[in-house]
């Protein structure tokens, strides 16, 4: 049983320790900044969609408007095309 041993373990305030350490804490910051600028994406792709989409349903909105209207104008015209047809009728008799 040997209380001590010969061989020693590497410190670990060694160069490439310290090298390997830092490394470590840039590529952490570098991630983690990578992870907000991801983020900062995903939300601005997210608002925009959502403002697409209020976009959207406020043209789909207006079209049926339209729509409708263009249904009662298109009653009133052949009302009137009818009115002018008897109209006529009279007038030549």
């Not at 040997?2 to 320790?17: A, E, G, H, I, K």
């Not at 090298?19 to 939300?43: D, G």
């Not at 015209?77 to 009279?90: C, D, G, M, P, R």
Request: hydrophobic share 35%; net charge positive; proline share 2%.
């Amino acid at each position: 049983m040997c209380l001590r041993s010969s061989v020693s373990f590497p410190d670990t305030r060694t160069p490439t320790m310290r090298l390997a350490s830092c490394y470590n804490k840039r590529k952490s910051k570098t991630q983690t900044r990578l992870r907000v600028l991801n983020l900062t994406r995903r939300r601005r792709i997210m608002r925009a969609e959502k403002k697409m989409e209020m976009r959207n349903m406020k043209l789909f909105l207006e079209n049926q408007s339209i729509i409708l209207e263009n249904e009662a104008l298109k009653k009133k015209a052949l009302l009137l095309h009818q009115e002018n047809n008897a109209l006529f009728s009279q007038l030549h008799q």
